[in-house]
């Protein structure tokens, strides 16, 4: 019994011994992270060491220099959505990022992120998204915020910054409104607000035009059947620079890639999932019946290689069955998909994050000519009166190897 009990012994040392070279190797000092594995059935390839920045785990094919991570401080709140632009017209990029409640505009100096101006809106109204644009031809950028209001109706406001200070330009707009599409296709999107019980749209997707003080309607975006305004982005993908819309559709959550009216391609797996949702019109607050809204999809030139990917959330659900209402989220990352041969194929994700990813953009988030995977993540979900929500704003460098062969 006593051999017996010391070899039991060595084996246990050995395998702790081993877990401890591994934790080493993978560890802040290394080439791999334990999470280094491509996301769930989706993946076709086999994760390799990161020519990337060690934040990110990628394929085979990725080309990139490592960058830098950076992350603020914590911010008490639950955040909804999350936009990087020059909305001032100074030439300098703006994060604007935005709770259920409030609208904050900040802007990277000495390492921290500097708040330059505020804006809170009643009890009564819920935002849901924020974006910016160049609306009116002006200096800067608009800055739209898809609000619903007590009523279960679309109130949304556009702002203009001043460098100090948000002006409202439009408010109580009848609304939901989404900037969307890819690089050179960006437009303003619309969508009315059902009044009617068990449904959150009504008609279709449109595009916006806005002449300072008023939006209006100028005709079908011409999207698929199931897309919504807050679902899709479009733009051309892959080497063939094929025409294509992306979206996620509730409840399953997959992603469908759409070429004109035809399905592509679809998911596995589910995407894109937050607990950002609008309410059901014709239904009391504590009935919670909701539509939940996926994070942004993006299709950009992430690498610089001259072919556009799509940009999602993977967050992890943490092993909670979803029900309608119900939903949980205990991580998450961002996943960059390749597209060739009709289907997309995973390409990089970034290390896993201590929540989910509600929103993310890209571009040159410290203003030094550098661009920037930038991320709103939700660390603690609020919980009411006993619970305060918490997020953090983190950002990775991204930076192109020219010389990878």
Request: proline content about 4%; glycine content about 12%.
């Amino acid at each position: 019994m006593k051999i017996r009990t010391f070899i039991l012994g060595l084996a246990a040392l050995a395998l702790i011994g081993s877990g401890a070279a591994l934790a080493a190797e993978d560890g802040e000092g290394g080439k791999r992270h334990p999470s280094y594995n491509l996301m769930g059935r989706d993946a076709s390839r086999t994760a390799a060491d990161s020519p990337l920045n060690p934040n990110f785990v990628v394929a085979d094919e990725a080309r990139m220099s490592e960058g830098k991570f950076w992350r603020s401080g914590f911010i008490n709140e639950t955040l909804v959505g999350m936009t990087l632009e020059d909305v001032d017209g100074d030439g300098k990029n703006e994060v604007v990022y935005v709770s259920n409640r409030n609208v904050y505009v900040s802007r990277m100096g000495a390492g921290k992120m500097q708040q330059l101006a505020k804006y809170s809106f009643d009890p009564t109204d819920t935002i849901v998204s924020v974006d910016a644009m160049s609306l009116t031809g002006g200096g800067g950028q608009e800055i739209i915020v898809s609000v619903q209001n007590d009523q279960g109706a679309p109130a949304s406001r556009i702002f203009s910054f001043s460098g100090s200070e948000l002006q409202v330009l439009a408010s109580n707009i009848p609304w939901y409104l989404r900037v969307t599409g890819g690089p050179g296709g960006r437009f303003l999107a619309g969508q009315r607000g059902s009044s009617s019980k068990g449904d959150v749209y009504s008609g279709q997707v449109m595009r916006m035009s806005f002449d300072g003080s008023k939006v209006k309607s100028q005709g079908s975006a011409g999207l698929p059947s199931g897309v919504d305004v807050f679902n899709f982005t479009l733009g051309r993908i892959g080497s063939g620079g094929m025409q294509a819309v992306a979206a996620i559709r509730f409840p399953s959550e997959h992603i469908f890639l759409y070429e004109g009216a035809n399905r592509a391609w679809e998911s596995k797996e589910e995407y894109g999932g937050t607990m950002n949702a609008i309410r059901q019109p014709m239904t009391a607050p504590e009935e919670k019946q909701r539509e939940f809204l996926p994070s942004r999809l993006l299709i950009t030139d992430i690498d610089r290689d001259g072919q556009n990917e799509l940009v999602v959330a993977k967050n992890d659900r943490g092993g909670v069955q979803f029900m309608s209402n119900q939903r949980a989220f205990s991580g998450g990352a961002i996943q960059v998909f390749k597209y060739a041969n009709m289907s997309l194929s995973p390409y990089f994700r970034t290390r896993s994050l201590p929540g989910p990813a509600v929103d993310y953009a890209l571009g040159d988030f410290f203003n030094d000519g550098t661009i920037q995977l930038v991320t709103a993540v939700v660390t603690e979900q609020d919980g009411g009166l006993l619970k305060e929500g918490r997020s953090v704003i983190i950002s990775y460098e991204l930076t192109t190897n020219a010389s990878a062969e």
